[in-house]
């Protein structure tokens, strides 16, 4: 009977269902506070996230609409607390009319660095009723950790 238990758990092991199979060493409980940039080289801090996943930051963008400099912005998010956790954030732009919305999940990758796999929606303020069609931009960024 002995025997037969270890030749179980031989077979799980050499299977990778030990209950430590590569996804489940993949997956960590992140915590999106600290310091980020994203593959257009902006910057990003969050700041402390509260115990009901709620957080605010300060967002660099290293482009614009405009093609001006945007100062430091501000933004609001709440991040689910469990391991590859989704989130939400919203950023206002500071000297621009137009708000940004990110949506994403957090992956933990080889070597354990944190990425961050995101899609936005850029809201431009329109002239007018009939310019609103052109008013919205859509795209992806990848975030990783900086500190
Ligand atoms: C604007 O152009 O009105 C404000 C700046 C918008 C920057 C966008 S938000 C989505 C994309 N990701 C970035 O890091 N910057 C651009």
Redesign the pocket.
């Known amino acids: 009977m002995a025997i037969g238990t270890a030749a179980l758990g031989l077979l799980a092991l050499l299977l990778g269902c030990s209950g430590n199979s590569a996804e489940a060493q993949n997956s960590s409980k992140c915590v999106l506070s600290g310091n980020w940039t994203?593959d257009?080289a902006?910057t990003v801090l969050f700041g402390s996230v509260s115990n009901t996943g709620v957080f605010s930051g300060v967002?660099q963008?290293?482009?614009?609409?405009?093609g001006e400099t945007?100062p430091p912005s501000p933004l609001q998010g709440i991040q689910h607390q469990r391991d590859n956790a989704t989130f939400g954030f919203t950023?206002y732009?500071n000297a621009?009319?137009?708000v940004?919305v990110?949506a994403g999940q957090c992956f933990v990758v080889e070597g354990g660095k944190e990425l961050l796999k995101t899609v936005?929606l850029?809201r431009?303020e329109a002239a007018s009723r009939e310019d609103d069609w052109g008013a919205t931009?859509v795209?992806t960024?990848t975030f990783y950790r900086t500190k």
């Open positions: 994203n257009l902006s967002y963008t290293a482009v614009s609409s405009s945007i950023v732009w621009s009319k137009s940004t990110f936005w850029l431009a931009k795209g960024n």
